[in-house]
């Protein structure tokens, strides 16, 4: 089929078409999401042991490292980081960012978090804190969390 | 009077100026697409949907890898200059990003010419993710800790880059049937 001027004439696609993709696609990402799911899975047996503990660190340094209180007892950590200090509270509702220098304050919206494999990262003030171990509540569980500028 | 001899240059060609039009072109919509991603909710901190990337996938399809590179570089520091963010931590992450995807982008090309744009997005979409991750690790928090949030933020990419590798399919049709006509 050729247009006036002799070109080869075009075949239009529509969008749902471009969105459905080719066997070559679809087998690209299914490997893909074979790897992420093994990447998972070790990750998530690798947190698992022990108890829940909050590990707190700047840089390559471990700053500070306590059991998640069962208690109603508030532990607060105050992280001396890049730009400052971060306050950070460990309860037994889990750890957060209470305070920190930071301009756009992601790690403080972040929350608290509780379960194996969470962590807050402060990207400006280069601390982050994370939870390894579990107890028998949430074993199964690694959260995606977040990490924040 | 004495006649001056004026060496006029001469002119670039034209198919050279509409390709200098095209990138032009193709980088203030990847910058316009980079500051309106920053400026929408994001599903969490650090994940973006990368739409910005699609420019980078079309320039590499029109115009080649050089473009795409200048492209991806371009668009980076030109939008964080309009976020406010050039030369902070989140600009080195994001030109670590944006560098990865590109340089993934141009590799399978030249390995595998009929590679479809979804396929190249996808991969692009892991190495932008990766390349963040590396370059956080690297730079600013040195905790392999960090790479915990890998893999759920990576099954999040692939969404992204199907997505975004079909919309660049879309539109490389369309402006593939503006060439021929």
Redesign the interface.
């Known amino acids: 089929m050729t247009t006036k001027n002799n070109h080869p004439k075009a075949v239009t696609v529509s969008f749902r078409q471009c969105l459905q993709g080719t066997w070559a696609d679809r087998i690209l990402l299914f490997s893909l999401l074979l790897v992420i799911a093994f990447l998972w899975l070790q990750i998530s047996q690798t947190l698992n042991q022990g108890t829940p503990t909050a590990y707190i660190y700047h840089g390559n340094t471990l700053l500070a490292k306590y059991p998640l209180p069962d208690d109603q007892h508030i532990i607060h950590v105050a992280a001396q980081g890049e730009i400052g200090i971060s306050d950070i509270e460990i309860s037994k509702n889990g750890i957060r960012f209470d305070s920190s220098p930071c301009t756009t304050h992601h790690c403080i919206l972040a929350g608290s978090k509780r379960y194996a494999g969470s962590v807050i990262a402060c990207v400006p003030n280069h601390i982050m804190v994370v939870i390894r171990g579990s107890d028998k509540e949430n074993k199964e569980s690694i959260k995606f969390d977040a990490i924040s500028e | 009077m004495v006649k001056q001899k004026i060496n006029i240059p001469p002119r670039p060609p034209l198919a050279l100026l509409q390709q200098q039009a095209v990138w032009l072109s193709f980088v203030l919509l990847a910058i316009g697409l980079h500051v309106f991603e920053a400026a929408l909710p994001s599903l969490?901190?650090?994940f973006k949907f990368g739409v910005a990337n699609i420019m980078t996938l079309l320039a590499l399809m029109y115009l080649g890898a050089r473009a795409a590179f200048t492209l991806a570089i371009a668009r980076v520091i030109i939008g964080s200059m309009f976020i406010g963010t050039l030369f902070?931590?989140?600009f080195f992450?994001s030109l670590t990003g944006a560098l990865s995807a590109a340089t993934v982008m141009v590799i399978f090309y030249k390995l595998i010419p009929r590679?479809?744009l979804?396929?190249l997005s996808?991969?692009a979409a892991?190495a932008h993710m990766s390349g963040q991750f590396i370059a956080?690790e690297t730079w600013?928090?040195?905790?392999p800790?960090?790479?915990?949030?890998?893999?759920?933020?990576?099954?999040l990419s692939?969404i992204s880059g199907?997505?975004n590798?079909?919309?660049a399919?879309?539109i490389w049709?369309k402006l593939?049937?503006e060439r021929?006509?």
């Not at chain 2, 800790?145 to 099954?155: E, G, H, I, R, V």
């Open positions: 969490g901190p650090w902070t931590p989140t992450i590679i479809s979804i396929s996808l991969l892991i956080v600013f928090i040195q905790q800790a960090l790479y915990y949030l890998l893999p759920p933020l990576l099954s692939c199907w997505i590798g079909a919309i399919t879309y049709q593939k049937m021929e006509q």
